[in-house]
């Protein structure tokens, strides 16, 4: 008698310890979906970047609900979905972070390891910082170079779509760049760890976020993270990072130019998207279209 009430205390503070450490929502948002190569993201055979990341999703989600979190994914399936309608589905379910996982490559194929982007602004960039100084420490433990928490700024605040739209909305969001798709050794730690091995890492720095004071202070709402849009930033003279006409717009056809511009336009900065890019890589994406393959 006296065990099994015993028993049943524990089971119910265990419950409500669960859910009073992770009072809090998360949204993981698998980056990309659909057709073409904004839905694709990153592909280098085997892989495709939109399936790694509903894959990591996935079982993110898995984790993250056993230790007790409320947790959202924004798709679930192979559907297109816009930077802006990702962070409305954030607020609409009262989201207090948005994770977005992605998965890199690059033109040359020379460039390796994670890297986490935040905002740069108020307490969005401290719960960036932190969170993604967590995220990078598990990464790297897998044997993956950390380049760092970064920032970037556009001419209306975050540069990237789904953060700048996220903290317009209160949200704090993060990227998590897994790893280089197109590299030997980030292939490598990616082949021997599996999807579950990063939602596994993933897991581990958002619930120790979670657990520290900044993360506890976001769940409970005593963290000021007032929304923050292009009106309320203060003035700066001149743009800060504003993307500048391409000069690699000389070497396509204005057709081919405006077909590549489609392809980054849900950013709402595809011109300094294309800006990173080299013409080799562009070109090999206008191949495939013409190739009917995108
Ligand atoms: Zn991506």
Same mark, same amino acid.
């Given at each position: 008698?006296?065990?099994?009430?015993?028993?049943?205390?524990?089971?119910?503070?265990?419950?409500?310890?669960?859910?009073?450490?992770?009072?809090?929502?998360?949204?993981?948002?698998?980056?990309?979906?659909?057709?073409?190569?904004?839905?694709?993201?990153?592909?280098?055979?085997?892989?495709?970047?939109?399936?790694?990341?509903?894959?990591?999703?996935?079982?993110? %989600?898995?984790?993250? *609900? !056993?230790?007790?979190?409320?947790?959202?994914?924004?798709?679930?399936?192979?559907?297109?979905?816009?930077?802006?309608?990702?962070?409305?589905?954030?607020?609409? &379910?009262?989201? !207090?972070?948005?994770?977005?996982?992605?998965?890199?490559?690059?033109?040359? /194929?020379?460039?390796?390891?994670?890297?986490?982007?935040?905002?740069?602004?108020?307490?969005?960039?401290? &719960?960036? %910082?932190?969170?993604?100084?967590?995220?990078?420490?598990?990464?790297?433990?897998?044997?993956?170079?950390?380049?760092? &928490?970064?920032?970037?700024?556009?001419?209306?605040?975050?540069?990237?779509?789904?953060?700048? !739209?996220?903290?317009?909305?209160?949200?704090?969001?993060?990227?998590?760049?897994?790893?280089?798709?197109?590299?030997?050794?980030?292939?490598?730690?990616?082949?021997?760890?599996?999807? *579950?091995?990063?939602? /596994?890492?993933?897991?581990?720095?958002?619930?120790?976020?979670?657990?520290?004071?900044?993360?506890?202070?976001?769940?409970?709402?005593?963290?000021?993270?007032?929304?923050?849009?292009?009106?309320?930033?203060?003035?700066?003279?001149?743009? &800060?990072?504003?993307?500048?006409?391409?000069?690699?717009?000389?070497?396509?056809?204005?057709?081919?130019?405006?077909?590549?511009?489609?392809?980054?336009?849900?950013?709402? !900065?595809?011109?300094?998207?294309?800006?990173?890019?080299?013409? *080799?890589?562009?070109?090999?994406?206008?191949?495939?279209?013409?190739?009917?393959?995108?």
């Amino acid at each position: 008698m006296k065990k099994t009430v015993l028993t049943l205390m524990m089971l119910i503070m265990t419950v409500f310890l669960a859910q009073s450490a992770f009072a809090g929502v998360v949204v993981i948002d698998p980056g990309h979906g659909g057709i073409g190569t904004e839905g694709s993201g990153a592909i280098y055979a085997p892989y495709v970047e939109k399936a790694l990341t509903l894959s990591v999703a996935e079982q993110l %989600r898995t984790e993250l *609900a !056993n230790a007790g979190v409320t947790v959202y994914m924004t798709r679930e399936v192979d559907t297109p979905m816009s930077l802006d309608q990702r962070a409305a589905y954030a607020k609409s &379910v009262g989201a !207090n972070l948005m994770v977005s996982l992605h998965f890199n490559a690059s033109g040359p /194929h020379d460039k390796t390891g994670c890297e986490v982007w935040s905002s740069a602004f108020g307490n969005h960039a401290v &719960v960036g %910082r932190q969170l993604g100084s967590q995220v990078l420490g598990q990464l790297s433990a897998l044997g993956l170079e950390s380049k760092g &928490v970064k920032v970037k700024l556009g001419d209306r605040g975050d540069f990237y779509g789904l953060i700048r !739209n996220s903290v317009a909305q209160g949200v704090p969001a993060i990227i998590i760049e897994h790893c280089f798709l197109d590299y030997p050794t980030d292939r490598a730690v990616l082949e021997r760890v599996g999807t *579950a091995g990063l939602a /596994h890492a993933d897991a581990t720095a958002i619930i120790g976020f979670l657990s520290g004071g900044t993360g506890q202070s976001l769940m409970n709402g005593t963290l000021d993270v007032s929304p923050v849009t292009a009106a309320s930033l203060p003035a700066v003279s001149g743009t &800060v990072g504003a993307a500048t006409p391409s000069p690699l717009a000389a070497s396509f056809t204005p057709q081919e130019w405006s077909w590549l511009l489609s392809q980054w336009a849900y950013t709402g !900065n595809a011109e300094g998207i294309i800006n990173t890019k080299s013409v *080799a890589e562009l070109r090999q994406l206008l191949d495939l279209h013409a190739a009917g393959k995108l």
